[in-house]
């Protein structure tokens, strides 16, 4: 919503400029006309001169969207694959094993072994019991990205590898990356990396045990809730038995999306590529996206001039869970920001100057919010 000016302020509750700025100033705030205040800043103000405020929201055009998209009818719910990020300490093998298990994407093979660096991977594997499995990998360079997301309340994934290497055991970042699942509310799954190496006897892994229960991840082989699935990204052990057990408790979350209908989803990352201009990797988190479709992302706009998949792929068409690279946008999207298909290019064009706007304020009110403190550093 778009924030209060004093210029605002004065013109709803008549109070001269110059007094509302004299009152924060005695409040230890510098502030000009143009400054924006929060709004309980702004009652105060006005219950100085006996006014009672009444604040209200004002919705953007991306918050209707998001609401209507709330509030839209289902139309094809069904079960999905689930996504999940690796976490774990540095060297601990998180990068050799996403690749490893990148190797056995059955879809990597039809598309002749080429993956391309899209932020995520939808990896499908054929399991014991000959059902495929599909899980869906965001790659993230660890704990910074996530947390960062997670801090935008854009958590997009659904459940989190924890990569421990079986040589070194539970380390500063293993721990903080139990943590920041454990703040997320995601189920972890415990990767016992390296089981190749000989030191990984039977003795170092009861002793990782004690150290994983110790921090709330007490095993199954203990009788405890945390499958600790021993791999080897070197030689390919386990990756398999990984893989199908984050099928399995993909299946106990019960994750459904709805695969009909426009789609909504999320921003990985998005840079200039020469020639395409902007592209955004996103994840669809529901519905279908269509080339030609008219698209908001954020502080961007446009019509999908054309997507690609993980495989680097043209596709014309996709749905949930499905990471893409999309082009046909004017802006760069922030990694978080959601993205919503309108229909009509006025829409996500008015939806996309609206984030701007809002956006222009805050970097507006961030400039001008000065504190005495700083103030008189700059005297
Ligand atoms: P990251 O920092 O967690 O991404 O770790 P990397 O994937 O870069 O791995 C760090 C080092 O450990 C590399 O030299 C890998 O070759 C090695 N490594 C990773 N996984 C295994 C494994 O299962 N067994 C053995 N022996 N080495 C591994
Ligand atoms: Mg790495």
Same mark, same amino acid.
């Given at each position: 919503?778009?924030?209060?000016?004093?210029?605002?302020?004065?013109?709803?509750?008549?109070?001269?400029?110059?007094?509302?700025?004299?009152?924060?100033?005695?409040?230890?705030?510098? #502030?000009?006309?143009?400054?924006?205040?929060?709004?309980? %800043?702004?009652?105060?103000?006005?219950?100085?001169?006996?006014?009672?405020?009444?604040?209200?929201?004002?919705?953007?055009?991306?918050?209707?969207? $998001?609401?209507?998209?709330?509030?839209?009818?289902?139309?094809?719910?069904?079960?999905?694959?689930?996504?999940?990020?690796?976490?774990?300490?540095?060297?601990?093998?998180?990068?050799?094993?996403?690749?490893?298990?990148? $190797?056995?994407?059955?879809?990597?093979?039809?598309?002749?072994? +080429?993956?391309?660096?899209?932020?995520?991977?939808?990896?499908?594997?054929?399991?014991?019991?000959?059902?495929?499995?599909?899980?869906?990998?965001?790659?993230?360079?660890?704990? *910074?990205?996530?947390?960062?997301?997670?801090?935008?309340?854009?958590?997009?994934?659904?459940?989190?590898?924890?990569?421990?290497?079986?040589?070194?055991?539970?380390?500063?970042?293993?721990?903080?990356?139990?943590?920041?699942?454990?703040?997320?509310?995601?189920?972890? +799954?415990?990767?016992?990396?390296?089981?190749?190496?000989?030191? #990984?006897?039977?003795?170092? +892994?009861?002793?990782?045990?004690?150290?994983?229960?110790?921090?709330?991840?007490?095993?199954?082989?203990?009788?405890?809730?945390?499958?600790?699935?021993?791999?080897?990204?070197?030689?390919?052990?386990?990756?398999?038995?990984?893989?199908?057990?984050?099928?399995?408790?993909?299946?106990?979350?019960?994750?459904?999306?709805?695969?009909?209908?426009?789609?909504?989803?999320?921003?990985?990352?998005?840079?200039?590529?020469?020639?395409?201009?902007?592209? %955004?990797?996103?994840?669809?988190?529901?519905?279908?996206?269509?080339?030609?479709?008219?698209?908001?992302?954020?502080?961007?706009?446009?019509?999908?001039?054309?997507?690609?998949?993980?495989?680097?792929?043209?596709?014309?068409? %996709?749905?949930? #869970?499905?990471?893409?690279?999309?082009?046909?946008?004017?802006?760069?999207?922030?990694?978080?920001?959601?993205?919503?298909?309108?229909?009509?290019?006025?829409?996500?064009?008015?939806?996309?100057?609206?984030?701007?706007?809002? *956006?222009?304020?805050?970097?507006?009110?961030? $400039?001008? $919010?000065?504190?005495?403190?700083?103030?008189?550093?700059?005297?």
């Amino acid at each position: 919503a778009e924030p209060i000016t004093i210029k605002s302020l004065s013109s709803a509750t008549g109070i001269k400029t110059a007094d509302i700025i004299k009152y924060l100033f005695k409040q230890g705030v510098m #502030a000009t006309i143009n400054s924006a205040i929060d709004t309980e %800043a702004a009652m105060e103000v006005a219950l100085e001169y006996d006014i009672e405020l009444e604040v209200r929201e004002q919705q953007t055009a991306i918050d209707k969207l $998001k609401e209507a998209f709330d509030k839209r009818e289902r139309i094809d719910v069904r079960p999905r694959p689930p996504v999940a990020t690796v976490l774990g300490h540095v060297d601990h093998g998180k990068t050799s094993l996403l690749d490893r298990i990148r $190797k056995e994407d059955v879809a990597a093979h039809e598309a002749g072994g +080429i993956t391309q660096h899209i932020g995520a991977y939808r990896v499908t594997i054929e399991g014991s019991e000959g059902a495929e499995k599909t899980v869906v990998f965001l790659d993230t360079p660890g704990h *910074e990205a996530f947390t960062s997301m997670r801090a935008r309340g854009a958590n997009m994934t659904d459940l989190v590898v924890l990569v421990v290497a079986a040589d070194d055991g539970v380390m500063p970042q293993t721990i903080e990356s139990i943590n920041h699942a454990k703040a997320a509310g995601v189920p972890i +799954i415990v990767a016992l990396n390296k089981i190749d190496v000989p030191q #990984a006897t039977s003795d170092n +892994i009861q002793k990782i045990y004690g150290q994983l229960a110790e921090h709330g991840l007490n095993p199954v082989e203990w009788g405890g809730e945390t499958e600790v699935i021993k791999t080897s990204a070197e030689k390919g052990t386990g990756v398999t038995d990984l893989l199908e057990v984050l099928d399995y408790q993909a299946e106990l979350l019960e994750l459904t999306a709805d695969f009909g209908g426009p789609a909504a989803g999320r921003v990985i990352e998005a840079e200039m590529q020469p020639g395409r201009g902007s592209v %955004a990797r996103v994840l669809v988190q529901s519905g279908q996206i269509k080339v030609g479709d008219f698209i908001v992302i954020g502080r961007a706009y446009g019509r999908v001039r054309d997507m690609t998949d993980d495989h680097g792929r043209q596709v014309l068409e %996709a749905g949930p #869970a499905t990471p893409l690279e999309i082009s046909g946008i004017d802006d760069l999207p922030d990694a978080g920001d959601g993205f919503y298909i309108t229909t009509t290019l006025q829409a996500a064009e008015q939806a996309a100057s609206q984030f701007r706007e809002v *956006e222009r304020h805050q970097q507006l009110a961030s $400039k001008t $919010k000065v504190t005495l403190d700083n103030f008189a550093d700059q005297l």
